[in-house]
Nanobody, 124 residues
Framework: QVQLVESGGGLVQAGGSLRLSCVPSISFFSINAMGWYRQAPGKQRELVAMITRGGTTNFTNSVVGRFTISRDNAKNTVYLQMNSLKPEDTAVYYC??????????????????WGQGTQVTVSS
């Protein structure tokens, strides 16, 4: 079973920093885009940041200037550096791999995969 494994969440005071990492459980041949989403209690899941294979990035307005996203294409790993954290950043953060392709025997499989989520809590 293909999994994305997130790490780096935790409890931090407002103004602090955290770095999230996401590593797939298998080796993908290629991944179109990788991103981070978050879901706060009672709210819908929202896109936080994404990065394409070519390095183009996109951020939700509320994190511009505070968060950066990067990826290691050789390792199929994506990172989210979160600085100047605010209480409103508190949420479960999910990693996503879109258009992820791998070989399963003689078959080529492409899909959209999610991590299990990691909790980020920012105290005021």
């Amino acid at each position: 079973q293909v999994q994305l494994v997130e790490s780096g969440g935790g409890l931090v005071q407002a103004g602090g920093s955290l770095r999230l990492s996401c590593v797939p459980s298998i080796s993908f041949f290629s991944i179109n885009a990788m991103g981070w989403y978050r879901q706060a209690p009672g709210k819908q899941r929202e896109l936080v940041a994404m990065i394409t294979r070519g390095g183009t990035t996109n951020f939700t307005n509320s994190v511009v200037g505070r968060f950066t996203i990067s990826r290691d294409n050789a390792k199929n790993t994506v990172y989210l550096q979160m600085n100047s954290l605010k209480p409103e950043d508190t949420a479960v953060y999910y990693c996503n791999a879109d258009g992820a392709t791998y070989y399963s025997g003689s078959k080529v499989v492409t899909g959209d995969y999610w991590g299990q989520g990691t909790q980020v809590t920012v105290s005021s």
